[in-house]
């Protein structure tokens, strides 16, 4: 549930990359009144849609520019939403703001993708803004608990979801991923940096050479936040993409943790899922 002493100002900073989850973001803003503008990520935010909303644009690395942007545009709160490939910090073009707080992106970068967006957020901390969550701008965007499709999992699904719930749990430390597949009481594969479409596309080309041999419908892939993540940035997403992975990996379904979770385009994704029998479950936080 959202705060109810927060007291979120308008207008609200989207930092955008990619996918259709900022837009999400933003119409959920909106409709409640507040103003979104939104600094679109060179390479990563959607060039066209983005073009429907109040918008600046900004490479990686260009941290002072952004400040100057904020401020002018009086965003005092800032939401870090959408899909974005970890740069190489050789990678980037730092302008002066950036490098005057270069020490500070160093260490961010010794760790792994939490321990980085937790640094940058300290960073805008440090310079006057308020980081959110999307618990407090927009619950509407987050999975409910509970089955949305017309398949459920059963009795040994269940058992497969409390191990994968397990596993995420024991790996959290490590800060390596947020899903894995669980298949017939057996761990078959773990996300890593190449993420959850890279991991569902493993485990179909595991499939395609009978290295899993359990038959078509059967797997879960569980997807929850680490351990002791902070909940303002990257949390789990779903979407319909996620769906054409399950059909292609041949698992019969995903869990996600209710509430920690992001879905894009519910809709779309409950009708393919139920197309192709396939459950999508809100577990319990």
């Known amino acids: 549930m959202t705060d109810p002493s927060l007291q979120i100002g308008a207008p ?26 939104l600094f679109a990520l060179k390479g990563s935010c959607d060039a066209e849609r983005v073009t429907a909303y109040r918008h600046h ?9 952004l400040l100057r942007l904020l401020r002018a545009e009086g965003c005092r709160d800032l939401v870090f939403i959408g899909s974005l490939v970890r740069p190489a910090l050789s990678d980037m073009r730092l302008d002066w703001g950036a490098i005057k707080v270069l020490p500070a992106v160093l260490a961010a970068y010794r760790g792994g993708d939490d321990h980085l967006l937790t640094g940058v957020g300290r960073l805008f901390e440090r310079h006057g803004f308020r980081l959110l969550g999307l618990k407090d701008v927009a ?7 509970g089955c949305l499709t017309r398949a459920v999992p059963d009795a ?17 430390p490590f800060d390596i991923g947020q899903g894995c597949v669980v298949i017939d009481g057996h761990v078959v594969a773990v996300e890593d940096t190449g993420g959850t479409d890279e991991l569902l596309r493993r485990v179909a080309q595991l499939r395609d050479a009978r290295r899993i041999r359990a038959k078509p419908g059967h797997g879960v892939l569980v997807k929850a936040p680490k351990t002791g993540q902070d909940l303002r940035f990257d949390l789990p997403a779903l979407g319909p993409k996620t769906i054409e992975g399950l059909i292609a990996a041949q698992l019969g379904g995903v869990a996600v943790l209710a509430g920690h979770t992001v879905v894009a385009e519910p809709q779309e994704m409950i009708a393919a899922a139920d197309k192709a029998s396939v459950f999508a479950i809100g577990m319990p936080a």
Do not use: Y
């Open 12 to 37: 609200v900073g989207i930092i955008a990359g990619g996918g259709t989850l900022p837009f999400a973001v933003a119409d959920s803003l909106a409709a409640r009144g507040l103003t979104p503008v």
């Open 57 to 65: 644009w900004l490479r990686m690395g260009a941290f002072g520019r």
């Open 139 to 145: 619950t509407d965007v987050l999975m409910p608990e």
């Open 156 to 172: 040994g699904v269940q058992a497969d979801i409390a191990k994968g719930r397990a596993v995420l749990a024991a790996l959290s």
